[in-house]
Structure formats: structure tokens, C-alpha cells
């Protein structure tokens, strides 16, 4: 069956599609090591989650767990109806996060299997996971009307990201990597910008994002954003949202991860970021990083 594709989104610089029955090829080429972000109609298909992972689930079998939002502790059934008073004026808290495989690893089954997608993924590597063990990557966020992701931001340590809506309707910004320069990245934390709201954007205080070209579409039940390595975005729900987000790291994005935890460790000492940096190299002719069939574009 033919890949069937719908353009969500195009601003004259760069689309946004969406696609059904991609083959893993198809995704490595165009979307993987192309670097270009996409929605995926059917990645969570064989999901027992995408009908039982739903807010009320959440509310009725783990109402009495714990919740940090902003900062804030709450029990998991008032935050559930602390959403569904939520209003685009009034917006609950956000991002409320729930680790899935530290804190309800009994749920991994309804998520599995991983996508062919975000295969490998090394990032859960014992190899890989002292520099991976600080980054979240098994996450369910709840969202309700108006809570926005906080600042826009690339993953961290250069991790592919996969967000899969599985209730509700949510809204993602993304701006490419090459504009960079016009997103003022914080200082300390270089994969996050300092500009408070992206789409209303200052132009005196920030005048370089004149030339950015952010897109903004929207995410719907049933479908997976790939956010490719280096790709700025944020995100606010348009309706109450549950969504699953997972991380992958492998050839394609190799290098970036390599720059960047050597970057974090030499923000430590210049001495163990050079062995860092020679265990990586070795680390990655182990897992194949150089080897892959596809190529960076
Ligand atoms: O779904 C969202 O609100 C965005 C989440 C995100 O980008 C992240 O956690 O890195
Ligand atoms: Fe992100």
C-alpha cells in the first residue's frame, strides 16, 4: 500500500506532513537522518493505550498517587479535576508529568510495542545511560485548555523526540534547527530560548526573531509527532490532552548526542570530558554509529 500523505501545514520555507503506512525505509530517508519533522497517523496503532489511556483512567486507578506540577504537589484525581476546570483564561498548571517506566513500569505493556520508528534506540543503553540517566524518556503529560509548555526548547542531549496524542487535541510551534541564532538561546542552558512566548514574539527585545519562520499545527488523537534532534518547539493543548512521549537515540543522531554530553561534562572538567570523549567514540563503533545503511543530509 502506497504511503498516504496529508500536508498539515506550509509556510513557504518548510511543510509539515502527515503520513499513513510510511515504511521504516521511507522514515529513514525523508524524516530520520533528513532531519525533517513529521505526524505519523498510525505509529501507536498496535497500542492497548490508545483506547485505555484516557484522563478518567488515570482519575479512577492511580487517583491517590502524588503529582509535582510547577512545583506544586497534588493528588493525581484532584489534578484530573483541577484540568477539567480548566479554562483558556484559566489554565491548569503544565506540564503534569508522569514517569512511566519509574513510577508505573505495569503500563509499559499498553505502550509496547516501541514504534519500528524510533528504532534502535540506544539511549537506554548500559553503555549510554550514564549520560542518559538524568534525561526523561517513558513520559505521559497531562494537559487541559491553555496550558502551554513553558519555553521553547530542543530535547536535550540531541534525543530524537516521538509525542503521541492519545487524547485530546494539542498544538505544537516547531522552528528548524538553522535558526538557531535568531532564538536566543539561554547561555547555560544553550537547547533552551529565552523568549517568553514565541508566537507573540517582543521584536524590540527580541529583534533577531524577525527572522525566524516557526509552523504551528495541530496533534490529534491516534497520531505520533517525530521531532527530529535540533528542531525548536513548544507546544499548548487546545482540550483536555493525555500524550505519550519517548526519546531515541542512534546513528541518525549520533554526533549530536556525542557534541552535546561531551559539552555537559566539560562543563565539569576539561580532563574527563576528553575520556568521555574517547569512551564515546569507542562506544559508538560498538553500537554501529558509523555504519548505518542511511546517511545525515
Ligand atoms: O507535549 C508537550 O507539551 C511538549 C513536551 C516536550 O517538548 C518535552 O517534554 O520535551
Ligand atoms: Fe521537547
Known amino acids: 500500500m502506497a504511503t498516504k500523505i496529508i500536508e498539515l501545514v506550509n509556510n513557504g520555507t518548510f511543510s509539515v506532513e502527515k503520513k499513513y503506512g510510511m515504511t521504516y525505509d521511507e522514515f529513514a530517508k525523508d524524516h530520520l537522518f533528513a ?15 490508545k483506547d485505555k489511556f484516557t484522563p478518567d483512567f488515570f482519575k479512577s486507578e492511580y487517583g491517590s498517587r502524588k503529582v509535582k506540577v510547577q512545583d506544586q504537589e497534588y493528588r493525581l484525581d484532584e489534578f484530573i479535576e483541577l484540568m477539567e476546570r480548566s479554562t483558556i483564561d484559566n489554565p491548569a498548571p503544565y506540564p503534569c508529568k508522569l514517569q512511566i517506566d519509574r513510577e508505573y513500569p505495569e503500563l509499559l505493556p499498553d505502550i509496547s510495542p516501541r514504534f519500528k520508528f524510533a528504532m534502535p534506540d540506544w539511549s537506554h543503553n548500559t553503555l549510554i545511560k550514564p ?40 498544538e505544537f510551534t516547531v522552528i528548524p534547527p538553522d535558526q538557531t541564532p535568531y532564538v536566543y538561546p539561554k547561555e547555560n542552558n544553550t537547547w533552551v530560548s529565552e523568549v517568553p512566548d514565541i508566537k507573540n514574539v ?8 524577525a527572522n525566524i519562520t516557526p509552523v504551528t499545527f495541530t496533534v490529534g488523537p491516534g497520531e505520533t509527532l517525530f ?8 507546544a ?25 554530553a561531551n559539552t555537559a561534562v566539560a562543563k565539569r572538567s576539561s580532563i574527563i570530558a576528553k575520556m568521555s570523549n574517547i569512551y564515546l567514540s569507542v562506544v559508538g563503533s560498538i553500537l554501529g554509529a558509523n555504519k548505518s545503511k542511511y546517511k545525515n543530509s
Open 131 to 170: 549520560f542518559t540517566a538524568g534525561a526523561d524518556t517513558y513520559e505521559i503529560f497531562l494537559g487541559s485548555p491553555g496550558g502551554q509548555f513553558p519555553y521553547v526548547h530542543y530535547d536535550y542531549m540531541g534525543l530524537h523526540a516521538f509525542i503521541t496524542q492519545l487524547y485530546g487535541k494539542k
Open 236 to 260: 499548548h493543548s487546545l482540550t483536555i490532552t493525555l500524550s505519550v512521549a519517548q526519546d531515541s537515540l542512534n546513528a541518525s543522531n549520533w554526533k549530536r548526542f556525542k557534541n552535546e
Open 35 to 49: 532531519g525533517v519533522p513529521v505526524v505519523i497517523g498510525d505509529a501507536c496503532d498496535g497500542w492497548a493505550a
Open 227 to 234: 521531532i527530529p534532534n535540533g528542531w525548536w518547539h513548544t
Open 202 to 209: 517582543d521584536l524590540e527585545k527580541y529583534p533577531l526573531c
